[in-house]
């Protein structure tokens, strides 16, 4: 616990004076993968969860092991 604040406080002041970075291009570009990533997942995904809606009952679908 006292390393953890330690460095929070200890960060803090060291940024004090520092410029802000620029993170707009880095955080547009990680937005953009994770949808992307998030896209093909549901894709891959939904095929399968369909059948087993359509073969299982409601229940067994949602505890299938």
């Known amino acids: 616990c006292a390393a953890y604040l330690?460095?929070?406080f200890g960060l803090r002041e060291?940024?004090?004076y520092r410029s802000a970075f620029d993170l707009?291009?880095?955080l547009i570009l990680w937005n953009f993968s994770l949808?992307?990533?998030s896209i093909m997942a549901a894709v891959r995904a939904i095929?399968?969860?369909y059948y087993d809606f359509k073969r299982l009952e409601f229940a067994d679908a949602l505890c299938y092991v």
Request: hydrophobic share 60%; proline share 13%.
């Open 47 to 49: 095929p399968f969860t």
């Open 35 to 37: 949808a992307l990533f």
């Open 6 to 8: 330690l460095i929070i």
């Open 14 to 16: 060291l940024m004090k």
């Open 24 to 26: 707009k291009q880095p």
